[in-house]
């Protein structure tokens, strides 16, 4: 008696369904929203040989604290105690998930639908089951295909969706409780012809040239490493606001060559004309020819690392190179730095090594840089 007492305080709409109390039915209250449950007790009312059963709300709340309510089903003395217990698990879930939140109202569901119909249905490329989360298609004036992923509030459209897209800088959408999906697909073409040259800039890049890394650019990235030689290339940060302007550059290679391509790129920084294309500046600056997809292969310059023995190590590729030029041997910055840290033969100061070539034995330096996030 008492213990129904306590579990109607408790949870009084959780009631049983017959005279023996084995069965019980009804809601367990979790930050002011009603979740189905029903308990179902054998006849020695045992709790570690009982079953929940949920509603779905509630099973996704759950989802990944089963061993854990398992483990409370074992040890709760009472029913009571374990209600209590489940309480305090469903609490910590619905914190960690944010799955209680409010459920949009009906009028959410049809303006969503009637915008997504004034904007066009082939322009949508993906809904979720929740009607929350969509991703749209963008074609700029070039042909380029492009995505924004829109993440809509309860409260839409009073409240600003969060919207992300694979570009250079960050997506600045302007928005008004009277905004709608057309407003935001609008702003997106906007911001994709504004990036037109950019685009053109690596296009022309990406097409004429070896791009040793990214391997597989996205739309986002500002950096090219192109491929001028044997273990030499140059690493471009393009400016988007900018892109025909003098770009950002850095060698890479030994020493013997980087030096000559390097004085050349100081000597000669002014003759950069913003008419022309950045790759012809290039050529022009740097007084050489591009190996491009025309007349070299790739596997010309990607030569893999001589203490690993590949060419990619998760995303590097071997950029650092002996000094030697009898003996040029590439290798990762990770490989080489292990490397040398494990010859007792090496020097260390903070984070830079200096060493012996594991192939020629000729003096060799590598610093280990932190990479970005």
């Known amino acids: ?11 009084p709409l959780l009631l049983p369904l017959n005279k023996e109390k084995t069965i019980y039915d009804g809601f367990i209250t979790v930050q002011e929203k009603d979740f189905r449950i029903r308990i179902l007790l054998p006849p020695d009312r045992q709790l570690k040989n009982s079953k929940l059963q949920c509603c779905w709300r509630l099973k996704q709340l759950l989802h990944g604290y089963q061993h854990v309510i398992k483990k409370r089903l074992q040890h ?21 998930r944010g ?75 302007t928005w008004t409780p009277q905004s709608s999906l ?30 040793l890394e990214p391997e ?43 030096t000559p391509l390097r004085s050349k790129l100081n000597a000669n920084m002014h003759l950069w004309n913003p008419e022309c294309s950045v790759l012809q500046n290039l050529k022009d600056v740097l007084e050489i020819e591009f190996p491009s997809p025309t007349t070299h292969e790739k596997s010309s310059f990607s030569m893999e690392c001589g203490i690993c023995y590949s060419y990619r190590l998760d995303s590097a590729i071997p950029d650092q190179v002996c000094s030697d030029p009898r003996c040029g041997q590439p290798f990762h910055q990770a490989c080489l730095y292990e490397w040398l840290r ?15 070539c594991p192939y020629c034995s000729k ?7 932190l990479q970005k996030p």
């Open 99 to 173: 799955a209680c939140q409010t459920v949009p109202p009906p009028q959410y569901y049809c303006r969503l639908i009637g915008e997504i119909g004034s904007l066009g249905w082939d322009k949508l490329l993906f809904m979720d089951a929740e009607l929350r989360s969509l991703k749209l298609r963008a074609q700029d004036s070039s042909g380029r295909q492009h995505v924004i992923a829109l993440k809509l509030k309860s409260k839409h459209p009073a409240e600003a969706p969060e919207c992300s897209a694979d570009l250079p800088a960050p997506l600045n959408i």
């Open 216 to 258: 597989n650019p996205p739309r986002g990235a500002t950096m090219r490493r192109i491929a001028i030689g044997n273990n030499v290339s140059i690493k471009l940060e393009i400016d988007s606001r900018h892109p025909k302007m003098l770009p950002e550059c850095c060698l890479l290679g030994a020493e013997h060559v980087v």
């Open 363 to 369: 003096p060799v330096t590598v610093k280990m840089t």
């Open 182 to 211: 057309l407003n935001v697909h609008t702003q997106f073409l906007s911001t994709l012809e504004s990036l037109q040259e950019f685009w053109e800039v690596l296009d022309e890049i990406d097409e004429k040239t070896w791009v």
């Open 76 to 96: 709760s003395t009472d029913l009571v105690s374990f209600i209590l217990e489940l309480k305090t698990v469903l609490e910590v879930a619905a914190k960690r």
């Open 1 to 11: 008696m008492a213990e129904s007492y306590l579990l109607l305080q408790e949870s």
């Open 342 to 356: 494990s010859l007792p033969s090496s020097r260390q100061s903070f984070n830079t090594i200096f060493g012996e």
